[in-house]
């Protein structure tokens, strides 16, 4: 396959992610428990202004993962404290599994064994 070809069919596969990953973003509330607890950790990050100790209802909370929690608060330090914030996050992590899915199967299998990776995962439920 050309270059060209090549960089203009990843480019769309991007694209499609984005819009198939990005529909409903702002379509329902924030369902709990995972949600709303993810969102509001990250609030409680920027209410405390503490980056480095994780808290959930203000009380000390060691079992997620900090970077993600970051990203929340990163999210909505920048959107504003409502559910499109606290769901970019997990948008940009699924775009990132998706890009990294498609990176491995071309690598191993060939690009249209990466191209069908990638379809299968953007149209499972």
């Not at 203000?58 to 914030?85: H, R, T």
């Amino acid at each position: 396959m050309k270059e060209k070809n090549y960089e203009r069919l990843i480019f769309a596969i991007i694209v499609a992610a984005v819009i198939l990953l990005a529909t409903h973003i702002d379509s329902r509330a924030l369902w709990d428990p995972d949600d709303g607890r993810y969102a509001e950790m990250g609030r409680e990050v920027l209410a405390l202004n503490d980056w480095g100790t994780p808290y959930l209802n203000y009380l000390l909370y060691f079992e997620k993962p900090m970077l993600f929690i970051w990203m929340e608060a990163f999210s909505q330090k920048l959107f504003g404290i409502n559910a499109v914030a606290a769901r970019i996050p997990p948008l940009l992590c699924a775009l990132g599994i998706v890009l990294l899915i498609w990176r491995i199967a071309s690598r191993k299998w060939g690009l249209r064994a990466g191209l069908t990776a990638c379809a299968v995962l953007l149209t499972s439920a």
